[in-house]
């Protein structure tokens, strides 16, 4: 499989994939597309580097989270090239990675500003994919521009791993053959945390949701109120809050006198540091309701973010995809390497975004060649370890990781200024796994 | 009706935001008729002249961190509880109230600076050149702070007296269960003292005459052999000064970052033409009847007949307002009319 | 003025060579690829059309996005429902996006100055919030309004059998509307856009908001009534906004609610200002130096600029690379912010006014004459 | 007597407490010129606004070769056939002198509203020929290229006038036209308006200056806190011993 003979490749590649998607018509557009399969777009030839495309925010409100996501990715690409200390490469198996580039081939990679809006992203996506000549793109910090990009990716034949991206649409019904995600979603949110919050806070309880009004929020609410209603919780009322409000207290002082005594914040980034710290301010956390302390629930939690809020967050649950505190040996040699590089350990988003490419690096090994329907097979059904999250598995049928996921609470004591989030539970793998039918959506096809 | 009294709470809260960012806004634009869309960033200077201060007191010497052991990380311990165990911890505990003593000598030097520098030379060019150079110069303040500060907001905490919330309910008579954070309360009284004091100096300087003059018609002032131009720059350097307390009085509230200026821009430009060009009391006025619609229209109960209200709410009152009031609530005659 | 004809000949030959000879030109400066230069031209659009109102009038309208969104919004949904022909999309965006203009100008054209900037800006926002949460059901709220294989596509339907399981491609009789030959639709019809424009500035028409513009007492007492005036060119500017936002959605079938933005409206101001406001080709100048910067400089990575500077020692270089970092990838807006400051500075009246009046100024020092200096590319200002 | 084409009855306006114009009855023949003369503050200017629409009379009406006036808005009066010159020009600075005049020959032409986008100012030349021909009537052609804004304070008086001229007024206000200009200038400005007579318009002048009345007026008026105190040929009112109390009145 080594052997580096493109031609073939193709043209297998395009019998396996007729076969597939059973095509049939002779139609002219048909003949177009035989056209594309034996030169994939991008497809880089002789040339001895190949380019993949980091498409982060770097201005706006999620730049931070951008710009670690740039770290993770230039560790990622030093790695792959076999400098540095070799990070995961080290850990993940089963690995076919060499260090030497993919394929043999040096990577080297091309930068873009998202600006956390689907029109921008996409029109940085396709810089790359037009000038640079990209052949995957990665990154992103928000559900809509995941969406937007990897939709653009699969009319454009690239490979999208995402970056980080929640909602469950992205992997349900704006699923695409050409996007992958080993971010968890909101679905899996609410699974990992519902047995924390029996044991926590038990059975008896009404919760109140303040909820972002855009589709990730609103996924993420009716994911928190299936599991707490399960648990047999009340859901005292459902609130949106438009997106970016800053001043959240008109939605907080209803809180007070509600009788709930959760409130659940299906808050991210500004919104969430805005909301938890108000209702901190506004005395939530010192409250009993119903004979029992009032609790707050962040259900998704980034340690980044959590800076901004400061103390508000002390003592707060949520769930996150990863945490730097993980003791088994990928993350610990992720974050080894990260460090030694930038002085600070990586977020969840970093921890995404460098995963997303050392995997898309292997799966182009494993199947001998850059030509995307081969490594979207590759990728399907992949199972791995060694990249934190204990075993994991990317579901061919919507292209979703299922891996274990991570309760977390605000450290009470943080004993420095990055120990921000105490691994209260690994949720498995298995409690938090669905049919993928539930989302509905397609894929489409393998070639386009 | 606790609600309602908490709403109305909120209300003139976010009221006092925005009528003490708008007040700065349409004193420049009233009297040096200028449309400085870098008036957000200077509120968001403001806020991070707070910030400053706290790093400022907590300049701290680097301790190795030993929890930390895949990596070399250090964790910082101030100089100042240091060297004061007993009155370090409480002047940091109270850096907000404190950095107001900084805040205003550095806005100050700030608006005279920009004042001086550049907006001076704007003062007859035509509107769509002052927001240009003055949107320009608000992304460049902002890129610098972010360049410094970073993206992320930084959290910042109100004294521990001010910590808790205030039982205002049993004061006027609601119940115990009726209580609102210290700290906004004091947010609402010190916007009132501005507020008050910007009234005061317009009302009994004779500084404040001729700008109230000037406000009216700028060229008769200037007729009348008072040199106008100095006075600009004190009033660019007031509302420099009245932005950048509300910025630093709002951090314990809303966490600074280097957007939060640009979030409150539009919402000011609103609030100062739904008060009226040229009014002072209309900007006041404005800001708080739009706090308190937005409150109740955010309201359950509100939200259930008309979905969304809440998201639109600012606006559609301001489209009622321009279209019944020609000139907004206050607004005179003449200013920025055409 | 008569002899300004043969000069519109020339200026609107040159104008349209250098538009379609983008992809050549643009390659040594980094932005050869058709995206970029679809984006150049739809934004050229979008300014010229701007400039219409705000050039001619001085109604500096804050809530342009919305028409540009709406446009957007008809054209992808014509996609779905009728056709991937792209004329239906934008006949369609076109004709929303009027009837949009209509309604929002009717309201706010009753105030003038800031009062009218607000009311256009208020509409705007509230279109913008509702589109983003209430109105998901037809904006699809932030993911954006997409294509999918179950849409109906009625009218293709007809014709076509299903082939392929993939996503159809927006179409020109055939010819597909992305890469090149997307720009060169884009560019044809912002070539004519511009003509158009070119044809009012100097029309009788022209000439009446100009006079809007300029005093309008004068036109009352003239016996003009300016109302149906001002909202024939808000409409106008309107139709050309919704042109725009239908042409992003035929080269790239999505329509996002951010396009509605204030800071999308903010944009097109921008845009037009630092061209030159009034000008004929100013706003296209300015819609590309934005677009420019924004899709290029973005881009540059210390990656990139390591490779740049590869020629200086390494010591040099080690402060250098960082030094133009800050202005260039994440720092891109400081530069977009500097350059708005010294362009206003230094070129008062936008690029073109700016660049005329130093040409005269350099003139007039080599040869005092007198009389008018007037450059020709200003009729407004 | 027959011939009356403008009729004020009994026209009251007042701002707050104050009442600017009292009983106003004023009639004048088509075809003449009417000056209305008094001192400061007498209601000159209210009675003009009055007369095209700018203000609305509290009681009373305006009447117009039969139309009613009152009520109209301003650009109705004005396609009805009433031009203005004002106190301060009211003109178009940064347009050409030449487009200042084709201007409101387009809407003489084309009425108060028309979308004429299809055609080209450059190939209107029956209206540039015309406004030429204006510009030549007011002495300006040779500056047509400028920009207005940069004439002197008369040029730009002379400019308005031209532009009211291209209307074809059936009636011409003019408030003040010769106030601060030189002898010499306000002598070629009623050469001006004396050759325009000629052309059988209505004309109401509001002037100061009694050398510009006795040369221009048929018929004159005096107003005088808000009423109209005298009137008749301009020999008679000179004669008159109200107006010159109250002219000295006023002076006090």
New interface residues.
């Given amino acids: 499989m080594t052997k580096d003979n493109r031609f073939d490749f193709s043209r297998r590649g395009l019998l396996k994939a007729s076969a597939a998607t059973g095509i049939v018509a002779a139609t002219p557009s048909i003949f177009m597309r035989n056209a594309w399969a034996e030169n994939f777009r991008n497809n880089p030839g002789d040339a001895g580097e190949v380019k993949l495309g980091f498409n982060v925010p770097q201005t706006g409100p999620y730049s931070e989270e951008g710009k670690d996501e740039l770290r993770a990715f230039q560790l990622a690409v030093k790695h792959l090239n076999g400098e540095g200390d070799g990070g995961m490469l080290n850990t993940f198996k089963p690995s076919s990675l060499k260090g030497n580039g993919i394929l043999g081939k040096k990577v080297t990679y091309a930068t873009g500003d998202t600006q956390t809006k689907s029109d921008a992203a996409r029109a940085s996506a396709k810089r790359m994919i037009e000038k640079e000549k990209v052949l995957m793109i990665s990154g992103g910090s928000s559900s809509g521009v995941a969406v937007a990009v990897q939709s653009l990716c699969q009319e454009e034949g690239i490979i999208f791993m995402a970056g980080l991206t929640h909602s469950n649409d992205t992997t349900g019904k704006d699923k695409r053959r050409y996007g992958f995600r080993h971010f968890f979603n909101a679905y899996m949110s609410g699974r990992a945390l519902g047995p924390v919050l029996d044991k926590e806070y038990g059975k008896e309880r009404r919760a109140y949701h303040l909820t972002a009004d855009y589709n990730w929020g609103w996924t993420q609410e009716e994911s928190m109120k299936n599991t707490t209603e399960e648990l047999g919780w009340q859901t005292a009322n459902t609130v949106k809050t438009p997106v970016g409000a800053g001043d959240f207290s008109q939605y907080i002082t209803p809180v007070l006198n509600s009788g709930a005594d959760v409130l659940i914040l299906n808050h991210y980034g500004k919104d969430m540091i805005n909301s938890l710290t108000q209702a901190v301010q506004f005395g939530l956390r010192d409250k009993q309701v119903n004979g029992k302390n009032f609790e707050i629930v962040v259900p998704l939690f980034s340690r980044l973010m959590a800076q901004g809020a400061g103390s508000a967050i002390k003592g707060i649950l949520g769930s996150t995809n990863w945490n730097w505190s993980l003791q088994d040996d990928g993350s610990q040699a992720f974050v080894k390497s990260f460090g030694a590089e930038y002085g600070a350990p990586p977020s969840m988003a970093a921890h995404t975004c460098y995963v997303q490419t050392l995997l898309y690096a292997n799966a182009c090994e494993m199947a001998g060649t850059f030509y995307p329907p081969e490594v979207i097979k590759s990728l399907e059904g992949f199972k791995f370890d060694g990249m934190g999250n204990g075993p994991t598995e990317y579901r061919a049928e919507d292209h979703q990781c299922f891996k274990d996921v991570l309760v977390v609470r605000g450290n009470e004591n943080p004993t420095s200024q990055f120990d921000l989030l105490k691994v209260v539970e690994q949720t498995p793998r298995s409690q938090v796994e669905y049919d993928w039918k539930i989302f509905g959506g397609e894929l489409g096809p393998y070639k386009v | 009706m ?2 309602i009294f ?2 109305i ?3 003139l ?2 009221g006092a ?1 925005y009528a003490l960012i708008a007040l700065g806004l349409t004193l420049v634009f009233g009297t040096l008729g200028i ?1 400085n869309f870098a008036h957000g960033a200077l509120f968001m200077l403001g806020a991070f002249c707070a910030v400053s201060f706290n790093k400022l007191l907590t300049i701290s010497t680097k301790v190795e ?1 030993k ?2 052991t ?4 250090y ?2 311990k101030p100089y100042l509880e240091i060297w004061f165990p007993d009155a370090g911890p409480v002047l940091i505990d109270f850096a907000i109230p404190l950095s107001i003593l900084l805040a205003i000598p550095v806005m100050i030097f700030i608006g005279y600076a920009m004042e001086r520098g ?1 907006i001076k ?1 704007f003062y007859k ?5 002052q ?3 003055t ?6 303040i ?3 702070i ?2 410094y500060f ?9 004294p521990d007296i001010l ?3 205030a039982s205002v309910g049993s004061w006027i008579g609601l119940g115990e ?5 210290w ?2 309360l004091v947010y609402l009284v010190f916007s009132g003292v501005i507020i008050f004091g910007v009234f005061a100096f317009l009302q009994f300087t004779t500084y404040g005459m001729v700008v109230r003059a000037g406000m009216r018609d700028r060229e008769t002032v200037g007729l009348l052999g008072i040199n106008i131009e100095k006075r600009f720059t004190i009033v660019f350097a007031i509302a420099t000064v009245v932005a950048g307390l509300a910025g630093v009085m709002y951090t ?4 600074p ?1 280097y ?2 200026g640009m ?2 821009l ?1 919402l000011s ?2 609030v100062v ?2 008060g009226g ?1 040229g009014s002072l009391g209309g900007a006041v006025l404005a800001g708080f009847l739009l706090g308190i619609v ?2 109740f229209a ?3 109960e509100v ?1 259930a007949i008309l ?2 209200i ?3 709410i600012i ?2 009152v ?2 009622v307002i ?2 019944t009031l ?3 609530l206050m607004g005179r005659a003449g200013v ?3 | 003025m008569m002899n300004f004809t043969l000069n519109d000949t020339t200026r609107f030959l040159l104008f349209a060579a250098v538009i379609l000879t983008m992809p050549i030109w643009l390659i040594p400066l980094g932005g050869g690829y058709p995206d970029l230069m679809q984006k150049f031209a739809i934004y050229g659009i979008f300014a010229i059309g701007f400039n219409i109102l705000f050039g001619l009038t001085g109604y500096l309208s804050f809530g342009h996005a919305a028409f540009l969104g709406v446009g957007s919004y008809a054209a992808v949904w014509s996609f779905k429902l009728f056709t991937m022909n792209v004329i239906p999309a934008v006949l369609f965006g076109v004709l929303f996006a009027g009837l949009l203009a209509f309604i929002i100008g009717f309201l706010s054209l009753r105030r003038s100055g800031i009062y009218f900037s607000i009311l256009t800006l208020a509409f705007a926002q509230m279109s913008y919030n509702l589109a983003y949460s209430v109105l998901t059901p037809v904006t699809y709220g932030e993911t954006g309004l997409q294509l999918s294989q179950q849409d109906p596509r009625l009218i293709d339907n007809l014709f076509i059998e299903e082939v392929s399981t993939g996503l159809p491609s927006t179409t020109l009789f055939g010819i597909k509307m992305s890469g090149y030959s997307g720009f060169y639709f884009c560019a044809v019809i912002l070539i004519l856009c511009f003509f158009i424009s070119m044809r009012i500035f100097r029309s009788p028409f022209g000439l009446m908001l100009k006079g809007i513009k300029s005093n309008q007492n004068r036109m009352k007492y003239t016996g003009l009534n300016t109302r149906p005036y001002m909202l024939t060119a808000f409409v106008i500017s309107g139709m050309y906004a919704g042109l725009a936002g239908s042409l992003l959605a035929v080269t790239d079938p999505l329509a996002g609610a951010e396009r509605m933005q204030w800071t999308a409206s903010g944009e097109v101001v921008l845009m037009t200002i630092l061209g030159g406001v009034g000008t004929l080709v100013g706003p296209m100048l300015g819609a590309g130096l934005i677009k420019y910067f924004e899709n290029i400089f973005s881009g540059f990575d210390n990656n990139v600029l390591t490779n740049a500077f590869s020629f200086l020692p390494d010591s040099v270089a080690e402060v250098v690379v960082p030094v133009v970092g800050l202005f260039v990838g994440g720092g891109w807006h400081l530069t977009l912010g500097i350059l708005f400051v010294v362009i206003v500075i230094y070129l008062p009246g936008g690029i073109v006014e700016g660049l005329s009046r130093l040409m005269a100024m350099l003139r007039k020092r080599e040869r005092p004459v007198n009389g008018n200096m007037k450059p020709q590319d200003q009729p407004g200002e | 007597m027959d011939n009356l084409v403008l009729h004020l009855d009994n026209i009251n306006k007042s701002f707050g407490g104050l009442k600017a114009l009292t009983d106003v009855n004023l009639q004048v023949e088509e075809g003449t010129t009417h000056a209305i003369i008094g001192p400061n503050g007498a209601g000159k200017s209210t009675l003009l606004n009055v007369c095209v629409g700018r203000l609305k009379p509290d009681v009373g009406h305006v009447t117009f070769d039969g139309q009613e006036l009152t009520g109209k808005q301003p650009h109705e009066i004005a396609q009805i056939g009433v031009a203005r010159v004002f106190q301060t020009p009211e003109i178009f600075p940064e347009m050409t002198l030449l487009e200042n005049v084709m201007l409101p020959a387009f809407s003489k032409r084309d009425g108060a509203f028309r979308m004429n986008a299809h055609h080209q100012l450059s190939s209107q030349a029956e209206i540039r020929d015309e406004a030429e021909h204006i510009l030549e009537d007011v002495g300006l052609k040779e500056q047509m290229l400028n920009e207005a804004g940069s004439l002197s304070r008369g040029d730009k008086r002379r400019l308005e006038l031209g532009m009211c001229l291209i209307l074809h007024p059936r009636l011409l206000l003019l408030d003040e036209p010769t106030a601060g200009m030189s002898r010499h200038d306000t002598n070629r400005t009623i050469d001006l308006l004396k050759k325009i007579k000629s052309r059988g318009m209505t004309k109401i002048i509001i002037e100061h200056d009694m050398h510009v009345v006795f040369s221009l007026a048929d018929k004159v008026s005096v107003l005088a806190r808000g009423q109209i105190i005298a009137g008749g040929s301009p020999e008679e009112v000179r004669e008159d011993e109200r107006v010159k109390e109250a002219y000295l009145g006023g002076a006090h």
């Fill in positions: 606790d609600a908490l709403q709470l909120n209300g809260d976010k935001a449309v961190d929890t930390v895949l990596f070399k990380a964790k910082e550049l030379h060019r035509p509107h769509a050149e927001i240009l150079v949107f320009g110069l608000a992304i460049v902002q890129e610098v972010k360049a970073g993206a992320n907001p930084i959290p910042q905490t109100a910590a808790g919330s269960s009726v209580v609102y954070p700290w906004r314990p509230v809303l966490p970052d957007h939060m979030d409150f539009v430009f609103v033409v739904v060009m937005q409150s955010s309201m359950t939200k979905p969304g809440d998201q639109i606006y559609l301001a489209v321009l279209l020609p000139r907004g920025m009319d055409d």
